[in-house]
């Protein structure tokens, strides 16, 4: 998919692509492109929580959203607590590049009666395991993947981002260690 000199580019924290918004070489464009993907994301009945930005952090090359149909929510009330568990997906999407990567994503937040939020979880998306899709998921998975390409994005599949980094590099992530980065360390990082 990517060429070593472009993985590189990327590691450094800079934009590649000829397709807007990433030609504009500009990451609050790319931003704003989302937004509309977004809404349409949205319109289309697909639930979506986005994490903050650069996960409150540090920073990330990749936006991340949790995307779920209503069906894969489950929620348990008890006398003083209200604890809502989703299976979803997890949505990398590049700040630098026009790929995404798609994969599983679990999610689950307690809530006090008056609305104020208790405690919370989720699960990493950074293991090649969790891009292996359960078919109840498979219809959300291709829905969202005729969204993204109408928006011009590749969607990398396991055998785009599961090989060895083929060149020493020092990737400022905290997902993997320095002699085990994947080619999806290289596109998706996050330092905290």
């Known amino acids: 998919m990517f060429s070593n000199d472009e993985l590189k580019v990327l590691i450094a924290g800079e934009m590649i692509g000829d397709i807007y918004p990433y030609s ?22 697909i639930q979506v929580i986005e ?14 959203w ?3 149909g209503d069906e894969h929510v489950t929620v348990n ?6 604890t809502v568990e ?20 679990d999610r689950s937040d307690t809530f006090a009666k008056d609305g104020k939020s208790l405690s919370g979880g989720r699960s990493v998306f950074s293991q090649l395991s969790d891009l292996h899709i359960e078919p109840a998921f498979i219809p959300l998975v291709q829905r969202l993947e005729r969204l993204f390409m109408k928006y ?28 085990d980065y994947l080619i999806w360390d290289a596109i998706f990082y996050w330092e905290d």
């Open 152 to 179: 011009q994005y590749t969607i990398l599949r396991k055998e785009d981002v599961s090989r060895l980094l083929p060149f020493q590099a020092d990737i400022p992530t905290i997902l993997r260690e320095k002699r």
């Open 77 to 82: 009330d008890d006398e003083h607590t209200r």
């Open 86 to 105: 989703i299976e979803g997906l997890a949505v990398a999407i590049s700040r630098l590049a026009p790929v995404v990567l798609i994969g599983r994503m």
């Open 66 to 68: 949790c995307c779920y």
């Open 51 to 64: 994490e903050p930005a650069h996960f409150g952090s540090g920073y990330a090359s990749y936006f991340e």
């Open 24 to 45: 504009s070489r500009n990451e609050q464009e790319v931003d704003h492109y989302l937004k509309r993907l977004i809404a349409e994301v949205k319109r289309e009945k």
